[in-house]
């Protein structure tokens, strides 16, 4: 699992509020990665990270704060949650193969629901 | 803008049968193509990749064909079984960041 944790699991809150989820690394990894996943959609880019206190938007980063502060976590904030950011959240990171390819790790998952 | 389309959406296939899913990209500057597989409640797990310098990729049952000046990829999956039942995702990167572009996901029934 590349030492990956992700931080709740599942969660249910209410449309307005600030919801942060969080991604934790146990291997040192530089690159950080948080994509939604939605029916029809498969999973989308929403911010990356390449560093402590570098991070950068993806395809749907709209709506969407991250942060990283310490090599090992990478956070997710919906600053005010909407109906449309109901979905699963995946935290991934890349490390580099015997053949030199980099490779992508996932979590296990946030399963956020917005009521 | 989907940069990378992937079909079937489902695809529904006998044990012992070959499941090919195919995908298709149009961003030249994509330089590795890995396929995931995910069953429910987990997240996606690298299944196989490819790079473009090679036309085949084979691992045990699973194979990747590559077609570089079609832009399109596939996945095939020989004598398929119950136990492969999961969506699958084919995906795209490049770039320093190796972000990954997914395609929208196959649903992949064995039956017994």
């Known amino acids: 699992d590349a030492g990956i944790t992700q931080s709740p699991r599942h969660k249910v809150t209410e449309t307005g509020t600030p919801v942060t989820l969080r991604c934790h690394q146990t291997?040192?990894?530089?690159?950080m990665y948080w994509y939604r996943q939605d029916p029809g959609h498969g999973l989308r880019l929403i911010h990356y990270?390449?560093?402590?206190?570098?991070?950068d938007k993806g395809e749907v980063s709209d709506g969407y704060s991250v942060s990283r502060s310490k090599t090992e976590d990478f956070l997710l904030t919906l600053e005010s949650a909407t109906s449309s950011q109901t979905s699963v959240y995946f935290c991934?990171?890349?490390?580099?193969?015997?053949?030199?390819?980099?490779?992508?790790?996932f979590g296990q998952g946030t399963r956020l629901t917005v009521v | 803008q989907q940069q990378v389309k992937q079909s079937p959406q489902s695809l529904i296939v006998q044990k012992g049968g070959i499941s090919i899913i195919n995908c298709a990209y149009e961003?030249?500057?994509?330089?590795?193509f890995p396929w995931y597989q995910q069953f429910p409640g987990k997240g996606p797990a690298l299944l196989i990749a490819?790079?473009?310098?090679?036309s085949e990729k084979k691992e045990g049952r699973f194979t990747i064909s590559f077609n570089k000046s079609a832009k399109q990829f596939s996945l095939h999956i020989m004598d398929s079984q119950p136990g492969d039942s999961a969506t699958y995702f084919c995906?795209?990167?490049?770039?320093?960041?190796?972000?990954?572009?997914f395609g929208s996901g196959t649903q992949l029934t064995v039956l017994p």
């Open positions: 961003n030249t500057a994509f330089d590795y």
């Open positions: 991934a990171i890349t490390r580099s193969s015997l053949t030199r390819n980099t490779e992508a790790f």
């Open positions: 990270s390449y560093g402590v206190k570098d991070t």
């Open positions: 490819i790079r473009p310098d090679v």
């Open positions: 995906a795209a990167s490049g770039g320093s960041a190796r972000q990954l572009t």
């Open positions: 291997e040192n990894h530089r690159y």
